[in-house]
């Protein structure tokens, strides 16, 4: 039989997570519900070869947020679950989508919650999601919860909508400007050289550095290929890897000019999904444990566990905790966080604070493309102008000699 990896939930707000050999996702939630744990994902331990699979069938986050509109409208209506889904799992286009909802239809049938049946997909369901559909059935306000989940989602879809649209004006210039420094180098500098070569002129140091450079491309052009396509590999083995995304946003935090954008997008995360948990009845600590793994942001992941391990545990409010770290949290949010606290409206706080951020992530971007436009356009100009400005020097001196 297979063997499942599980992390669940005690009713203590403890996490767990151990293996289990059964059957299938199924037996391995209903386990965990006889021994009134909640599930928080369940994967199947798998051989490596079969990673690729499951990775190229994503549902997509537009595809999330439907899900959980039409399931909540329909909720609302008076449809039964199983009916619903059944419904969506007949207007679904996509084979990725249409397998998942057939496996939750199924599961739903069998007997289990939707959150448990959504919990054996733990690659396309996040815990957040799980956790706010798992509250909303405690509460039995579920189709609220829905509500909830696409109107976080939302945020999330618009919030990676802004940063690829800052992204990518500065990597279409880029692009070209590779273009035309690789034509350049590997076309205009080796017909010149010749041209030089053969009217003996003593050449400028920039001149003989970039032909060099020439010279080195052209002849050993696929080991120049070999080089980038191993950059290139390298890049995005690191953004898979657990250890490679940690570097890489260590390295941006500690970036000028993204490292304030990179603190207000931990924010956002922070505030949003935090609020959205607790005004689902998720408990502080068990709120801020997922919170920590939905962030995205290493950093504020490990001190987001810490303080609900080390302090909220132990009876030290949020705010306080969030004082005593002001390189991750302003001061304004620790002390408007302390204010909610105190006047027991911190749902409401956390509310405002993630629509001051995102409004802040806002002006971040535009003021980042108002730096970088120029001064990537100052780059790319004065490279150009250096080569350009190799090609005409010699030429200079060859009309000189010639006069």
Do not use: W
Not at 18 to 47: C, G, M, N, W
Not at 167 to 181: D, E, K, Q, R, T
Not at 233 to 241: D, G, H, Q
Not at 336 to 351: A, H, Q, T
């Amino acid at each position: 039989m297979p063997i499942f990896t599980y992390v669940a939930s005690k009713k203590d707000g403890t996490i767990v997570e151990e293996e289990i050999e059964t059957k299938d996702q199924a037996s391995v939630v209903a386990y965990l519900e006889k021994h009134d744990y909640f599930p928080i994902s369940v994967k199947e331990k798998r051989a490596r070869h079969q990673l690729a699979v499951s990775f190229s069938s994503k549902i997509t986050l537009l595809e999330k947020i439907t899900f959980a509109r039409n399931l909540s409208l329909m909720i609302k209506s008076g449809i039964g679950m199983a009916e619903a889904v059944s419904i969506l799992l007949e207007d679904a286009e996509r084979a990725p989508l249409r397998k998942v909802l057939s496996k939750i239809k199924a599961d739903l049938e069998k007997g289990l919650q939707l959150s448990a049946a959504l919990a054996t997909f733990p690659t396309q369901f996040s815990t957040v999601f799980i956790s706010l559909l798992n509250a909303g059935e405690e509460s039995g306000n579920l189709e609220s919860s829905l509500l909830q989940i696409a109107t976080q989602l939302k945020k999330e879809n618009d919030l990676k909508k802004k940063i690829m649209s800052a992204m990518a004006y500065p990597a279409i210039l880029l692009s070209l400007a590779f273009g035309v420094v690789a034509l350049l180098v590997t076309v205009v500098l080796p017909r010149v050289s010749k041209i030089f070569t053969q009217a003996h002129v003593q050449l400028p140091l920039l001149t003989r550095i970039l032909l060099g450079i020439s010279d080195f491309v052209v002849s050993q052009f696929f080991a120049t290929l070999a080089i980038l396509a191993g950059i290139v590999a390298l890049v995005v083995l690191a953004r898979r890897s657990s250890a490679g995304k940690r570097a890489l946003q260590v390295l941006f935090i500690k970036t000028p000019l993204i490292a304030p954008l990179m603190k207000k997008i931990a924010l956002v995360r922070f505030t949003g999904t935090l609020h959205s948990l607790m005004k689902a009845g998720v408990p502080l600590t068990r709120a801020l444990e997922i919170t920590a793994q939905a962030i995205g942001n290493a950093s504020y992941r490990d001190v987001l566990l810490g303080i609900a391990k080390n302090e909220i545990s132990k009876g030290i409010s949020l705010g306080m905790a969030l004082k005593q770290r002001p390189e991750y949290f302003p001061r304004l949010t620790s002390s408007m966080i302390v204010v909610g606290e105190k006047s027991g409206n911190l749902e409401n706080v956390l509310e405002n604070l993630s629509s001051f951020y995102e409004e802040e992530v806002d002006g971040t971007i535009k003021a980042l493309i108002t730096i970088l436009e120029p001064a990537l356009l100052l780059c790319i100009g004065l490279i150009i102008g250096a080569i350009a400005l190799s090609i005409v020097m010699p030429i200079y001196q060859m009309i000189n000699v010639v006069r």
